[in-house]
Nanobody, 126 residues
C-alpha cells in the first residue's frame, strides 16, 4: 500500500491545519496509525499515534493539547488536526501506518511502522 499526505501549507502562528493520510488501497485497514515530522536541521520525531484495538492515542509532549489524531474512512486512514500552531511546528510531516498493532512502548519508534508517505510541508510564520 502507498500512503500520501495532504493538507500542508503556510499558516500564521496561532492558526490551524488538518493533515490527511490517503491510502492507495481502499480496503486497507491498519491497526496502528501515526504522524512524524522532521524540522529544518532536525531528526525525524514522533508526533502522535493511534491504535484501533485497543483504542489508544499517544502524543508527543510538545503537541499535547494542540494536536489531535483521528481515524479516517475509506481512502483516508487518519488525520492530524493541528491547532494553535507555533513556529516550532514548522516541518515536513509524514504519515505512517502498520497493519498490525504496535505495542504501546513502540508507538514512538519510526522503525516500527511498515508504511510511510512522502511527506507534506507545514510552515508556520510568526
Amino acid at each position: 500500500v502507498q500512503l500520501e499526505e495532504s493538507g500542508g501549507g503556510v499558516v500564521q502562528a496561532g492558526g490551524s491545519l488538518r493533515l490527511s493520510c490517503g491510502a492507495s488501497e481502499r480496503t486497507y485497514n491498519p491497526n496502528t496509525m501515526a504522524w512524524f515530522r522532521q524540522g529544518p536541521g532536525k531528526e525525524r520525531e514522533f508526533v502522535a499515534a493511534l491504535t484501533r484495538s485497543p483504542n489508544n492515542a499517544v502524543y508527543a509532549d510538545s503537541v499535547k493539547g494542540r494536536f489531535t489524531i483521528s481515524r479516517g474512512n475509506a481512502e483516508i486512514t487518519h488525520y492530524l488536526q493541528m491547532n494553535n500552531l507555533k513556529s516550532d511546528d514548522t516541518a515536513v510531516y509524514y504519515c505512517a501506518t502498520n497493519l498490525n498493532r504496535i505495542v504501546l512502548t513502540g508507538l514512538r519508534l519510526a522503525h516500527a511502522y511498515a508504511n510511510w508517505g512522502q511527506g507534506t510541508q507545514v510552515a508556520v510564520s510568526s
